[in-house]
């Protein structure tokens, strides 16, 4: 009797445990599960410790309510200029009706990957390739807000849908890629166009400064030059003028600006002019005058030297054995300013040893006649 008692009392409690296992149900949290009382929809458990009727009361499985990603693969997708594209999206949403999700539609997943389909052909088809590719934010949009107009009864909230990729075919690529690359090298050429003229126009205005600077320096050179030859002229001059510069000082440098003629290069002939002549001869004057004046000193010396008697007797007579000869002195020196062709020497007169002494000691005139 014990034992039975034992068996029975461990039976009651295994029952006792089945049922309370199957009347408290716990719900994680962000999680919900939908409740049917003979087959008919009563409640939806909350997360948490929930009570049911056990045998009467049927738990569907957990829906959860968090956000969700789904990614759907190319869909393929013809634009209005007729060129197949295949479009890569990326969905999220989020449950907010348990009830809804479970008892409106079958497979909500499956639901909202054909619908986001047909919105994009419906969206695409209205854009050419160009747009397709550069319009991006319009689609996203322009779905999202298609998207979530249409699982609205189906207790879900598109929040946000993302076009991850847009794939135009082979032939499209590659014109594309053609079109990108003449583009690049027109801009390139354009760049290097407008780079060798912006050279060469800052060459030109370099160029330009240069010699406008190199023109200024050389106004200035020759400014200076020619003011400093005016002021040597000037000071030559007041320095001629006020000197009183004999004609032979003139003579002598005219002559020396005759090697100044020839010290340029390829000169096969010289031209002197006139008053270079009248110098020439103003000078040959001068020295022929005086070549004359040493002659006749000479001249009148010899004859004196002959005699001592004369020479002792003759207070005029110089101790070296000249005689001085003021008229010869004073007819000479006009003679230096005539012209060499027109100077005649005088003929010199030997003394007479046989005459007197001048009276009052002057010296006897050698060019008297005996």
């Not at 290069?265 to 001068?286: C, D, Q, R, Y």
Request: hydrophobic share 45%; aromatic share 4%; no cysteine.
């Amino acid at each position: 009797m014990e034992l039975a008692g034992l068996i029975a009392a461990l039976i009651a409690v295994i029952l006792v445990l089945l049922v309370v296992g199957r009347t408290v149900r716990i719900v994680p949290q962000a999680r919900a599960r939908n409740v049917e009382r003979f087959g008919r929809y009563r409640k939806t458990l909350e997360p948490g410790m929930n009570f049911i009727v056990p045998i009467v009361d049927r738990v569907k499985p957990l829906i959860d309510l968090r956000e969700q990603v789904v990614s759907f693969r190319g869909q393929p997708v013809i634009t209005e200029d007729n060129l197949v594209v295949s479009i890569d999206t990326v969905l999220f949403f989020q449950v907010t009706d348990p009830r809804a999700a479970d008892y409106e539609i079958v497979n909500y997943i499956q639901a909202i990957e054909q619908i986001t389909a047909t919105m994009l052909r419906s969206v695409i088809g209205n854009m050419d390739l160009e747009e397709t590719l550069t319009s991006r934010d319009k689609i996203n949009t322009m779905l999202r807000s298609v998207l979530d107009d249409a699982s609205g009864k189906w207790g879900l909230r598109v929040t946000r849908v993302e076009i991850k990729a847009i794939d135009p075919p082979k032939s499209v690529i590659d014109a594309m890629e053609k079109q990108m690359r003449a583009e690049r090298e027109k801009r390139a050429a354009v760049l290097t166009a407008e780079g060798v003229r912006q050279a060469k126009i800052l060459t030109a205005e370099g160029e330009k400064q240069s010699s406008i600077l190199r023109a200024e320096g050389d106004r200035q050179s020759q400014i200076l030059r020619a003011e400093g030859q005016s002021q040597a002229i000037g000071t030559v001059f007041r320095a001629v003028h006020e000197g009183d510069a004999d004609p032979k000082v003139l003579a002598y440098q005219y002559l020396q600006t005759l090697p100044q003629l020839a010290q340029a290069e390829g000169n096969t002939f010289w031209v002197i002019p006139s008053e270079v002549t009248t110098a020439l001869k103003t000078l040959s004057s001068a020295f022929s005058g005086a070549g004359d004046g040493a002659g006749e000193s000479a001249a009148a010396a010899r004859p004196t030297a002959l005699s001592s008697a004369a020479a002792t007797e003759n207070p005029a007579v110089a101790d070296d054995g000249s005689a001085e000869t003021p008229a010869l002195g004073q007819a000479a020196a006009p003679g230096l300013a005539e012209p060499a062709d027109e100077a005649q020497p005088a003929e010199p007169v030997l003394p007479d040893v046989n005459a007197a002494p001048a009276p009052n000691g002057a010296a006897a005139d050698p060019r008297q006649s005996p």
